[in-house]
């Protein structure tokens, strides 16, 4: 199986009083709780530990896409790809992803990535995020009730500008363009695969299936409440009679690992108590455009509300109930299985049932998270890769992954110099 | 208080319901945010001395899935246009609150010479950076009643499913009916509309909640200045934004004595 190494790059300094003094984390969070000069660290700190990870040996780095959001530092993932495209060699390049509608014309997204591919020489993953309400509705300002319509447009934008040999003309509903021919085009043929991050919507189970995507879904609430929105991806996929191949499937887990389990929860309590407190408060006035959700969704949430109060932690929520229900304390936070932690023969034993009981393929993995160090996000990323890495090796073993980049040859790319400072001397 | 009579009639592939009662000359009402569930006493005033015809607005309750084929203003005003024409109210007397009073002086301006008098109460369409109106879309669930209403508990009230309605589809309902301003509206509420107030000759009566903590008052006078026909500016009290749910009597008596008017 496959295990990515994902970064949300949070604003590691958030006060301590950041719930009881603010309204939000997302969309209001104010201005003066930025410090440009911290961030230069954080930002350089964030990069670094990217690169590390992709030199211990995960399969994969992934940035994603947020906006106004203070655990989110990346509006544009696209320019940390571009510098992982240079700094890293055969570590796939995970973009997860673009908010299609937010891009006027979209055709921005199908020149970019098409960047990064062929700079990377074919190693980008293309990640089409619907994106949060928060992220599209209201820090950007887009329609909730045109918000599906214009992602998937411009996912037929992109898809053809990246496919199309001829200059085209597009004729949509929201974007008309006389003349696509992007130049670059992508290194991998015919596109970068495509992967989708998705709530628990029954359309988007359906449309992944249908279009053969991968489809991701990135919940910091763990496996336990990520259970029944995997089982409904599998179930939807049995029922278009599709391959159970679990490499069709990614999903995010929050990890410490360290010698012992006590050590575990010791070392990562201060950084997952952080981001579950500080990270996720977010004001439920922000979560519930009208539209954004589908009324298929809201059908689905509704009855299973009716059918069992306790369905779960998460599914047939709306964002807004989900944020204020989130546990907060590290027992909980552990024992909701939000964080796998213990040491090495233990996370790997946990993530193997996670991996096994979701049938999921591509494990990407949070170890860096709220204000985490960079010396304990190293310690943590290190003994993943030398310990936990190498007992998950053989999970999934008999599937292959057909949505994995198929970068150029190793001798047909550029030799990239390493990065050397220059010298106090000179 | 009886039923009003209920048709239906075909906007762009969707049904549309028309709510129909009373007698004497027509008078179109479109509704405000959130739309009508169900039949209000405000509209039992009108019908005292008035045809009244209340159509749906598309995505509205009674207006299906209307609006997801409307992608831009030009698509509503047309499908409104057509929805009224249909309804038998070209040349009509109109009045609207909120969304729907915005929609009723689109239509006096782009079509004068199909609309009598209008009465519009606290209309979306304008923006003042300045003094802009509440964000309805950005709230906690619990504090939208008090938004619309002075009392809280009349909007509670007419969003409430009735006793043995589908409890599935009814709060969809009054969700597509917020999703729909939001096509129209978002995200600041500016349609423009301010540029086309001058081609509005028709009288108009501006109606405004003395307590509408969604659209500010001071836009009554942007109306009132912009609108080449005579104009009339009244303030209901103990009125939130949707003044003819707070004040159904009052919020009547002054749009029927302004129609009235020789």
Redesign the interface.
């Known amino acids: 199986m496959k295990l990515m190494w994902f970064h949300l790059m949070p604003y590691t300094e958030l006060p301590e009083d950041f719930r009881e003094a603010n309204p939000s984390v997302w969309v209001d969070i104010h201005s003066t709780l930025f410090d440009p000069k911290r961030a230069h660290l954080m930002y350089n700190d964030f990069m670094d530990e990217l690169e590390y990870a992709a030199e211990v040996g995960f399969d994969a780095v992934c940035v994603n896409e947020h906006h106004s959001n203070g655990y989110g530092l990346m509006p544009s993932p696209n320019l940390i790809a571009s510098s992982l495209a240079r700094r890293t060699r055969d570590t796939a390049i995970c973009v997860m992803g673009n908010s299609l509608a937010l891009y006027n014309p979209p055709t921005r997204v199908a020149e970019e990535f098409a960047m990064i591919d062929c700079i990377s020489g074919g190693r980008l993953i293309a990640g089409f995020p619907v994106g949060t309400p928060m992220d599209t509705?209201?820090a950007y300002?887009t329609?909730?009730?045109?918000l599906r319509d214009r992602y998937h447009e411009a996912h037929d934008l992109v898809v053809r500008a990246w496919t199309e040999k001829d200059t085209f003309a597009f004729n949509g509903?929201?974007n008309q363009q006389r003349y696509i021919n992007i130049w670059p085009r992508p290194v991998q043929n015919p596109h970068p695969p495509i992967w989708v991050p998705g709530g628990g919507s029954v359309e988007t189970w359906r449309w992944c299936a249908e279009m053969n995507y991968v489809y991701c879904y990135l919940s910091y609430y763990g496996y336990k409440a990520g259970r029944a929105t995997m089982d409904g991806f599998w179930a939807e996929m049995d029922r278009l009679g599709k391959d159970r191949n679990p490499y069709q499937a990614g999903f995010l887990q929050f990890v410490g690992v360290a010698e012992s389990r006590q050590q575990a929860f010791d070392l990562y309590s201060e950084a997952a108590e952080y981001f579950y407190g500080r990270c996720l408060h977010v004001?439920?006035?922000?979560a519930?455009?009208?539209?954004y959700t589908s009324?298929g969704s809201?059908?689905a949430g509704?009855?299973s509300q009716?059918r069992q109060a306790a369905d779960s932690v998460v599914r047939g929520k709306s964002t807004?109930e989900r944020f204020a229900s989130v546990a907060r304390e590290m027992d909980k936070i552990v024992e909701n299985g939000y964080v796998i932690i213990g040491s090495p023969d233990e996370v790997a034993e946990q993530l193997r049932e996670v991996a096994t009981q979701l049938n999921v393929g591509h494990l990407m993995l949070l170890l860096q998270y709220g204000n985490m160090s960079k010396d304990l996000t190293r310690y943590n990323t290190k003994l993943f890769a030398e310990q936990v890495m190498p007992k998950l090796r053989d999970v999934h073993a008999s599937w292959t992954d057909h949505w994995w980049p198929n970068p150029m040859d190793t001798s047909q790319r550029a030799e990239v110099p390493a990065y050397t400072p220059r010298l106090a001397a000179e | 208080m009886t039923d009003p009579e209920t048709m239906t009639i075909e906007v762009n592939g969707f049904s549309t319901r028309i709510w129909r009662k009373g007698t004497g000359p027509k008078l179109g009402f479109l509704a405000g945010f959130g739309g009508l569930p169900r039949w209000i006493p405000f509209l039992d005033e009108l019908a005292q001395t008035r045809t009244v015809i209340v159509p749906s607005l598309p995505g509205f309750p009674g207006g299906d899935r209307g609006h997801t084929v409307l992608d831009s203003h030009l698509d509503w005003l047309v499908a409104v246009r057509e929805i009224l024409d249909q309804a038998g109210l070209a040349g009509a007397d109109l009045a609207g609150s909120s969304v729907g009073a915005s929609l009723v002086a689109e239509v006096a301006a782009l079509w004068p010479a199909s609309v009598g008098k209008l009465a519009l109460i606290a209309p979306f369409g304008l923006f003042d950076v300045n003094n802009p109106p509440t964000d309805p879309w950005a709230q906690r669930g619990d504090a939208v009643p008090g938004l619309m209403c002075a009392d809280p508990e009349i909007w509670k009230a007419l969003k409430a499913p009735p006793v043995g309605e589908n409890s599935v589809e009814w709060p969809i309902e009054q969700v597509r009916s917020n999703e729909a301003a939001a096509r129209i509206f978002w995200p600041l509420g500016n349609t423009r509309l301010e540029k086309r107030l001058r081609l509005i000759k028709a009288p108009t009566l501006l109606l405004w909640g003395e307590h509408d903590k969604i659209m500010p008052r001071a836009y009554a006078e942007t109306f009132a200045k912009g609108i080449t026909g005579p104009t009339t500016t009244q303030i209901i009290a103990n009125a939130g934004h949707l003044a003819e749910l707070d004040q159904p009597t009052e919020v009547g008596r002054e749009i029927l004595a302004f129609l009235d008017e020789r």
């Open positions: 509705c209201y300002g329609n909730p009730s045109q509903r929201f004001d439920p006035k922000w519930t455009p009208p539209g009324e809201q059908r509704i009855q009716i807004g």
